[in-house]
């Protein structure tokens, strides 16, 4: 598809809908949206605007439609696929101007939002009211709900409380050709249309643009308990899921984190948490009433026993929990600074199959000879493997990781898995989407996309190419 | 669009697909699937074929494809909009001999169906393994899980545990050119395509033939309470209401019933449940760990105290939960027997706003001069109002009905509401869809629509004209 650059003429169209202030063309001022936080990722905006209201947005796009201009939607810039990156140029549109929590509406648990909301400022909002928004990104002090959305975006608690798609119950949104559509609102049931609500979520902003999101939330839990332990085999980390699910407990979070994870991120933080030596990690956490919490934290401490595991580290306290997490959501960026480049992955499979992937695996990134620090959310079957270049030339590297991904996809797909679990597929995971999806579904995903974006002008190049 | 009539050449070629004796030509055996449970709506079907695998599916909407031949799926015929009824004649498709449970998959608490499994037979089985799926509408003892899954189901829980769209995981679907695609799987998370699976769950099979479906199914709840009370005013099921919402308890169910509906249920039932004289009644169900039943029926009692409502009918044991649910789920079928013929309705509002829409709907249906039964799921804002013919023409009585929904639906969207929180749109809402959706969002139906069945074989004439 053939796209016009953006001319003067245009630009004075563009600041005919939006202050010239919010028009930034200067190479300077564009920089920082030419990338995310996917490492190696870079393709220059010609221009970035930042919208404040529904309207802009919709003349916005309307423009772009007429004059096949590419458009890409930004939120945190948190992502890690690319998917905020504009890759045939065109325009970003940033939704960072639009970020009011416009109405806690307590009678109905639900919250409305403008898309540029940092998930960790609605979290503390919605504490104040004795509410909460369970999901919860590594990056929720940067992230933003839109982008949340656009990504369906999930974190540790997703055990208990599941991901963005389980939260929406409303959606304003504005597609290609300008037009504004309002499905869903602050309902707790709705059959009236085509659950395009639930399409759009983790559509990664190749549908349609969204103005404002409905969310239901749920009341503050009570207590929250956080422990973490160290195993010496990935085998006990095995039992004690097996053991969970059996006991039929459902813990908030079941976070996993190696010993390269530990030692690297323990070395970037400088941080004194007094864990006990060992070779695998496995933090729990437990949240709910205060009686809920104390049995079922009885039941842990007796699987625990029955694996002979003695080292728990316990946080009851706020400051400890916040100290726990904190680490925790450390551990990327400290992968990420002992090399000099890194390729992330998100694989997802059954949860009763995490541990035989992450055995099998470990057989791979052996084989191709990668350093990698692996960590992330064993309970949900999502466990991240990040491969850290250290010396030998780029291309050569490169080489390694993408085979050693390919096969970890294909081992991924032979347990019932999928190749992405919560990051999406962007661009980075555009050529391993056939692993995962059959020629009909990849083509049904074109035939949608075309259904809502005729002209191809939202996010082109994402996901699949038209 | 011009369909093509079923000839004994196609009739042959369907018998070269699917066993002759599962292919129903005979009007006496075909007539049952002229109609679901929508009151009043008859259209016969040309042939009715019995599948018994996925491969008999996609050979059979290959043929439909190519001959153009409409087909409608159809699952325990229960539906109350017209969704399973072959309006445009052609086959009606039915999943009656695929009714395994395939596989109970307690590690990762998930549940593996064939389409036509009925819901109260899958809740047993999984009761028998300490597991529960909680989706259940009033006619659980007869409707299909497909049926649930094409309609977007829910029932009385969905107060706490949400409806259908919350529990697929997974899907096996056939394309109307008979392509075969399996979105998701035994996952908690998945982001690797766009969320085909919540767009296809409540589709009311317009989009594809669904033939496997993937559920994720939680613990047992270890104790339930149930309990009925009798109201004089509607103002004091608001009081309770605010007041559960404000206490920050999540009850299991929150129903409704009125004078009308409980005498006539009591006469056709025949039932002897000593329930105290009113106007108006609230049940309330509450599930889970017997320490958080216990709290949460204590601050029940207390805000019942503080309402002044004494007749409380409490049912622990089992046998009285039945029989309660039983009166529940009859209140339908009693409310058709006492008139010739019914319109129901499924309204959803903010649930902060039921109240007040039970308060404007009464003017409405009482400027109307019409009988009506009022019951439903008061926690969900999401109450019934089933119209009874009793005297006068039926034409007359249609056209006080019509104008009467049409006013209600008004109010429900003026409140934030949808005309439809359960039953889908089908046949009946069909002619009122435009009040609720805008003609942006109906125009992306249709596009959507015809992305995935280009020929229009699949359910046509359902939900909106192409």
Known sequence: MDYQKITPKIIRKIEEIVDKKYVLTDTQDTHPYSHDETPGL???????????????????????????????PRGGGTGLTGGAVPLMGGIVLTFEKM???????????????????????????????????????????????GGNVAESSSGANAVKYGGTKEYVTGLEVVLPCGDLIKPGGRLVKNVTDYKFIQ????????????????????????????????????????????KIWERKIIPT???????VAIKTTKDY???????????????????G????????????SDIFMQENIQDVLVAEDRKAQEKLWKFRQSIRDALLNSGT?????????????????MEKSKKVYQKYNLKTGVYGHLGDGNVHYNFIKTSSSEREWEQRVEKALSELFK???????KISGEHGIGVTKKKFLHLALNKAEIELMRRTKIAFDPNNILNPGKIFDL
């Open 42 to 72: 870079n393709f220059p905006p010609e221009v970035v605007v930042k919208v404040k209201d529904t309207h802009q947005v919709a003349d916005l796009l309307k423009l772009c439609n007429k004059e096949r201009i590419p458009l890409t």
């Open 99 to 145: 970020s009011k929590i416009k109405d806690i509406d307590k009678e109905n648990y639900i919250v409305v939002v403008e898309p540029g909301v940092i998930n960790g400022n609605l979290q503390r909002e919605l504490a104040k009211e004795g509410l909460f928004y369970p999901v919860n990104p590594a990056s929720m002090d940067s992230c933003t709900i």
């Open 253 to 259: 979070s079941i976070e996993y984190i190696d010993e």
């Open 411 to 417: 081992i991924a797909i032979s347990l019932g898995g």
């Open 199 to 242: 399409l759009l979520v983790g559509s990664e902003g190749t549908l349609a643009a969204i103005t404002e999101i409905t969310l239901r939330v749920v009341p503050l839990p009570e207590v929250k308990v956080d422990l973490i332990a160290g195993l010496d085999r990935l085998s006990s980390a095995y039992n004690i899921l097996r």
């Open 289 to 300: 009433k205060e009686e809920e919490v104390n049995r079922n934290m009885e039941i842990l």
């Open 269 to 287: 933080i400088q941080d004194d948490l007094s864990l006990p030596q060992a070779y695998h990690y496995i933090t729990i956490g437990i949240d």
């Open 341 to 357: 480049l890194m390729v992330e992955e998100d694989i997802v499979v059954p949860r009763s199959r995490i541990i035989e992937f």
